[in-house]
């Protein structure tokens, strides 16, 4: 904090200075500012940049002599820059622009004046390429006719150069010649030869020479090692790596936000989106919303291996393979990780797989048609999970809780989705997930629960040649929330937490110190209770009737020194034909037993054996069983332990706190009156 004051107080005496003074006299010549203003200007201004412009002639002249832009990167900008050249006159513009006036493009003072793309990110941050403008640290001076401006950045700009001692030097190159001579130019090593030779044969050399401001995509040789799939980059997978007429630097991008490729036509659309991991790694993808019979539809992962290379007519970003290519089953996506050589989003996943063993990925490969809900690298970052990982056996049926076997997208779970909370089974026996969709288009967020855990869809859709894998944050079947944020959190119990939020209810559900069994009625559960009982439904949802409310949620909880899952409960009831559980103020007597049926919706794919609940004569379905919690369990279930006499609404036998409270005010003002007589 007193460094960030240090450079807004040196930036506004500077401002207040005198106006004759330029940024040359200012930079060079301390007798123009004060002895603290100096000294905190050589802060500001990085020693390496400041020799640089002292060092370079056509730079003295240009702050000398001319109205100027400079964008001048701080201390910690050369800290992280790990070329050994930064190019000055590439950070400077022989024309005056303060924030507001900046084009979409101005050309730089360096030899063959490659542009500087001027660009805002969805905050309304200015960016010159990939570096941000501090707005607060801007400087002007204005001196005869001069003007000048200094922006400090928080990134040394970069150009494209070529390699040293090359005898031919590239000056400003387009997107087309940056491919045709990229051997010659720094790129870390990366070769873009096998995509040149795609481009060439399919005759697309126009694409990369297009006038204007683009962003290209060029995918690198390592994502080739697959023999065929050279053979798949065609005309429209081509223009499925460019972006038309949008200049996109990662540091600007917009999460998840698809933009229009030049793939994007009646028969074939194709959109391209940015997104960063926590971990810092970009990546972009694309999705072929509708394809044809060379393009499948789906997603296509890639990660960016050297970003924010600016060309004559826009930025590249080199990347690790090609989009719109779906030539690879789920099996052989997991194995790519194996040299953590592409789609690294999910190399704990694998790395996990692997260390159980393998049998799971030989599991999946046995699967004709397959779904993965995979967790990310950040979901696996969790203590509980740790210890988990030493347990093979458990392990085991948490990998399988991801595993679908079903093709399985979006727009097949938003079908299941469109009158119900759609449930899947999953590979672990009797065990299902349960999808939610809310919203639509790319606003469109999906969730998945399993195991007690509610996890949301980060990635979607990641097509392979025989399923999908959707990438989600966190690891289904490992809880980590208690029984309060559970049903705060889970869509299909939102009517029994609103009901315990009005009659306090929920407030002890949060206590860690306590084991609770929660048989909780979905949301659908208590809508049959409206038709059965109308009257009574439409009071315990009114605060009014809070007290009775609350009464019935007790009788749903159970709190002892363990928790009893649907087996357990299923095996007392055996043994003794019923079993009391200890609830808050008194008991419940239930018995359970397991049925075959199709408790499940119509999508289930096999029989499924379901948990019933008998209590007072009445049969209550378990929707869903055992969803763990960190201080207990929840079981979903169809209906309501509840009668109608639970609720009396009628022949004046109820009064409502409003009435109550009204009726004891009357009788003090009775009682008072009587004293007073």
């Known amino acids: 904090m007193f460094a960030k004051a240090a450079l807004l107080m040196v930036l506004l005496c500077a401002a207040s200075a005198a106006t004759a003074a330029d940024l040359a006299d200012r930079l060079r010549d301390d007798s123009e500012l004060s002895q603290s203003t100096a000294k905190s200007l050589r802060r500001l201004m990085p020693v390496r940049f400041y020799s640089l412009l002292e060092s370079n002639a056509i730079a003295n002249s240009t702050l000398s002599l001319r109205s100027c832009t400079i964008f001048v990167p701080t201390n910690e900008a050369f800290q992280r820059y790990k070329s050994k050249t930064a190019h000055v006159l590439y950070h400077i513009t022989t024309a005056a622009y303060s924030q507001q006036n900046l084009p979409n493009t101005i050309s730089s003072d360096m030899d063959g004046n490659p542009p500087l793309y001027i660009t805002k990110n969805s905050n309304g941050d200015i960016f010159v390429n990939n570096a941000r403008i501090i707005p607060s640290l801007t400087v002007e001076t204005n001196s005869g006719g001069k003007r000048q401006v200094m922006h400090i950045i928080d990134e040394v700009l970069e150009p494209l150069t070529a390699k040293s001692g090359d005898s031919d030097p590239i000056s400003n190159p387009d997107a087309l010649k940056f491919l045709q001579q990229a051997e010659q130019l720094n790129l870390d090593n990366f070769n873009v030869r096998t995509y040149r030779n795609q481009v060439t044969?399919?005759?697309?050399?126009?694409?990369?020479?297009?006038?204007?401001?683009?962003?290209?995509?060029?995918?690198?040789?390592?994502?080739?090692?697959?023999?065929?799939?050279?053979?798949?980059?065609?005309?429209?997978?081509?223009?499925?790596?460019?972006?038309?007429?949008?200049?996109?630097?990662?540091?600007?991008?917009?999460?998840?936000?698809?933009?229009?490729?030049?793939?994007?036509?009646?028969?074939?659309k194709v959109t391209v989106s940015f997104f960063k991991q926590k971990n810092g790694k970009m990546y972009v993808k694309s999705n072929t919303i509708v394809g044809d019979s060379k393009h499948r539809?789906?997603?296509?992962?890639?990660?960016?291996?050297?970003?924010?290379?600016?060309?004559?007519?826009?930025?590249?970003?080199?990347?690790?393979?090609?989009?719109?290519?779906?030539?690879?089953?789920?099996?052989?996506?997991?194995?790519?990780?194996?040299?953590?050589?592409?789609?690294?989003?999910?190399?704990?996943?694998?790395?996990?797989?692997?260390?159980?063993?393998?049998?799971?990925?030989?599991?999946?490969?046995?699967?004709?048609?397959?779904?993965?809900?995979?967790?990310?690298?950040?979901?696996?970052?969790?203590?509980?999970?740790?210890?988990?990982?030493?347990?093979?056996?458990?392990?085991?049926?948490?990998?399988?809780?991801?595993?679908?076997?079903?093709?399985?997208?979006?727009?097949?779970?938003?079908?299941?989705?469109?009158?119900?909370?759609?449930?899947?089974?999953?590979?672990?026996?009797?065990?299902?997930?349960?999808?939610?969709?809310?919203?639509?288009?790319?606003?469109?967020?999906?969730?998945?629960?399993?195991?007690?855990?509610?996890?949301?869809?980060?990635?979607?859709?990641?097509?392979?040649?025989?399923?999908?894998?959707?990438?989600?944050?966190?690891?289904?079947?490992?809880?980590?929330?208690?029984?309060?944020?559970?049903?705060?959190?889970?869509?299909?119990?939102?009517?029994?937490?609103?009901?315990?939020?009005?009659?306090?209810?929920?407030?002890?559900?949060?206590?860690?110190?306590?084991?609770?069994?929660?048989?909780?009625?979905?949301?659908?559960?208590?809508?049959?209770?409206?038709?059965?009982?109308?009257?009574?439904?439409?009071?315990?949802?009114?605060?009014?009737?809070?007290?009775?409310?609350?009464?019935?949620?007790?009788?749903?909880?159970?709190?002892?020194?363990?928790?009893?899952?649907?087996?357990?409960?299923?095996?007392?009831?055996?043994?003794?034909?019923?079993?009391?559980?200890?609830?808050?103020?008194?008991?419940?007597?239930?018995?359970?037993?397991?049925?075959?049926?199709?408790?499940?919706?119509?999508?289930?794919?096999?029989?499924?054996?379901?948990?019933?609940?008998?209590?007072?004569?009445?049969?209550i379905n378990v929707y869903r069983p055992d969803v763990e919690c960190t201080n207990g369990i929840i079981h979903v279930i169809d209906y309501p332990i509840l009668e109608e006499k639970d609720v009396v609404v009628s022949g004046g036998s109820y009064l409502t706190e409003s009435t109550i409270c009204i009726t004891l005010a009357n009788l003090i003002m009775i009682t008072v009156a009587k004293l007073l007589n």
């Not at 997978?237 to 933009?259: S, W, Y």
């Not at 089953?329 to 063993?357: C, H, P, W």
């Open 201 to 268: 044969l399919a005759k697309k050399e126009s694409v990369f020479k297009s006038p204007g401001t683009h962003t290209f995509l060029l995918p690198v040789d390592e994502g080739f090692k697959l023999s065929a799939r050279s053979s798949l980059v065609d005309a429209k997978v081509i223009d499925g790596h460019m972006i038309p007429n949008t200049v996109i630097f990662t540091a600007a991008a917009q999460h998840d936000d698809p933009k229009t490729s030049a793939a994007f036509e009646d028969l074939l």
């Open 297 to 619: 539809e789906g997603v296509v992962l890639a990660e960016i291996v050297k970003a924010n290379i600016p060309v004559r007519n826009g930025v590249v970003h080199l990347i690790h393979r090609p989009l719109m290519i779906i030539d690879t089953t789920v099996t052989q996506f997991l194995q790519s990780f194996k040299e953590n050589s592409e789609n690294g989003a999910l190399r704990k996943f694998y790395e996990v797989i692997m260390d159980n063993g393998g049998a799971v990925l030989d599991d999946i490969n046995n699967l004709s048609e397959v779904t993965i809900l995979a967790p990310s690298n950040e979901a696996w970052n969790s203590s509980k999970i740790n210890n988990l990982l030493a347990d093979r056996k458990k392990l085991r049926q948490i990998l399988n809780m991801h595993i679908i076997k079903d093709r399985l997208n979006v727009e097949k779970i938003r079908q299941k989705n469109a009158n119900l909370i759609a449930q899947v089974p999953t590979v672990n026996n009797n065990t299902f997930l349960y999808f939610n969709v809310r919203g639509e288009g790319s606003d469109a967020v999906i969730t998945v629960e399993g195991g007690g855990v509610n996890a949301t869809v980060i990635q979607a859709d990641v097509a392979q040649t025989n399923g999908y894998v959707h990438i989600i944050d966190h690891v289904l079947g490992v809880p980590y929330t208690t029984v309060l944020g559970k049903l705060e959190s889970d869509p299909m119990m939102s009517d029994t937490y609103k009901m315990g939020e009005f009659s306090h209810f929920n407030d002890q559900l949060n206590n860690t110190q306590r084991l609770f069994t929660y048989f909780v009625p979905r949301d659908k559960g208590w809508q049959k209770t409206e038709l059965d009982y109308p009257s009574a439904h439409k009071k315990l949802f009114m605060p009014d009737f809070s007290y009775h409310s609350k009464s019935i949620l007790e009788r749903h909880l159970a709190i002892a020194d363990r928790v009893y899952t649907m087996k357990d409960l299923v095996q007392y009831s055996q043994e003794s034909g019923s079993v009391i559980l200890p609830t808050f103020r008194d008991s419940l007597k239930i018995r359970v037993e397991e049925e075959n049926g199709h408790l499940h919706d119509e999508y289930a794919s096999h029989e499924w054996t379901g948990y019933v609940i008998t209590w007072n004569h009445k049969k």
